[in-house]
């Protein structure tokens, strides 16, 4: 069984009744007698990433002011204060023009990161195409080093066929390598070739270079499906066939970023891992690595210990983190069961008692 696959939050069905085993089922896992489980996950790790491998200032800016990098976003995006993109007013109560700002920011900003294209975005934040390719638009004029990144990250594609993690680790991406279209004769030779002609002329078997060029352009200028396939037929009853590989290059665009962003994420997590491995004091206080769940460390240790185990946990993972431009910030809970009642792993008591 693929643990990181069980489900962490409940689920609703179609009939409206919440599900709840995956949070249930996690509680099956438990710690040994006398043991205590550990939990360490990377706060906002993808989107920390990105501000380093982008190089964005900005965002870079506000990890280190401490502040809230959406907030920021939105902010910026939206042309009003800092203030004013916050879920909660300073007498704490909710701010729904504030949450509805920052909450836009993450979609989008998450948006872009996982290759989710205008029409998805715009059904997550429940508003038309026009509106979420507006705010989308106004999110990377806001930050122009997040809109170069993106750019950067697909040249790289096109020009070595993969693209690389911040530590290099390549993620092969030979379809956006491909042309948009291909075209070939249908019979190996153009329409009005002439077997009897004289054997000096020179015969073609490729499509000239300026009229795939010509075809291409007209094919990219279509507007919609109907359009673009009368195009073809025109093209195809001139004897030529014709290879779309159009779907297959807008899909590995859009994996050009969250390749590289979620590459690097999982870089880290192992990183993380090796120096949680190599260091010897949580060795002898009988400190254990169970399983990573993406941004998160499960890890064990006896309950005496837990205090000094969570304290080593996440400087080691803050560690692992040392080349990057971006602060990193690290929470560790304890609990007897994975996701049971979260414990302060101080104390051992419940947090919030």
């Given amino acids: 069984m693929n643990l990181q696959n069980i489900p962490s939050n409940p689920r609703k069905l179609t009939t409206g009744d919440v599900v709840d085993a995956g949070h249930d089922v996690r509680q099956f896992f438990a710690a040994e007698d006398g043991n205590v489980l550990l939990s360490c996950d990377y706060s906002g790790q993808e989107v920390r990433v990105t501000a380093h491998i982008s190089h ?82 106004k999110v990377l004029a806001s930050f122009p080093e997040l809109a170069k990144f993106i750019k950067e990250s697909q040249d790289m594609a096109r020009k070595y066929g993969w693209v690389s993690t911040i530590w290099g680790r390549r993620r092969q991406l030979p379809e956006m390598q491909l042309p948009l279209y291909e075209f070939s004769y249908t019979d190996g030779v153009p329409v009005d070739f002439d077997p009897l002609a004289d054997d000096d002329v020179e015969i073609s078997t490729e499509v000239p270079y300026e009229q795939c060029k010509q075809w291409t352009i007209e094919l990219m200028k279509a507007r919609g499906f109907r359009q673009k396939q009368q195009i073809m037929d025109r093209i195809k009853s001139q004897g030529v066939s014709i290879v779309d590989n159009s779907l297959k290059v807008t899909d590995a665009e859009r994996q050009c970023v969250n390749a590289r962003v979620q590459g690097s994420a999982a870089d880290l997590t192992k990183l993380a891992m090796i120096e949680l491995f190599n260091n010897k004091e949580l060795r002898d206080l009988g400190f254990k690595m169970l399983i990573p769940v993406h941004d998160e460390i499960i890890a064990e240790c006896p309950k005496e210990n837990s205090a000094r185990c969570a304290e080593l946990m996440s400087e080691m993972m803050l560690k692992a983190g040392k080349d990057l431009e971006v602060p990193l910030k690290c929470d560790v809970d304890a609990f007897y069961h994975w996701y049971g009642e979260v414990l302060d792993p101080v104390t051992l008591k419940p947090v919030g008692h």
């Fill in 56 to 137: 964005d200032q900005k965002m870079i800016q506000a990890y280190k002011d401490n502040k809230d990098v959406y907030v920021e976003i939105a902010s910026l995006a939206y042309n009003v204060p800092y203030e004013d993109c916050l879920e909660h007013r300073p007498d704490g109560t909710t701010n729904p023009e504030g949450k509805a700002r920052r909450g836009a920011a993450k979609k989008i900003v998450l948006g872009i990161l996982y290759g989710r294209q205008i029409a998805s975005i715009a059904e997550q934040l429940n508003t038309s195409v026009k509106e979420a390719q507006h705010i989308y638009d």
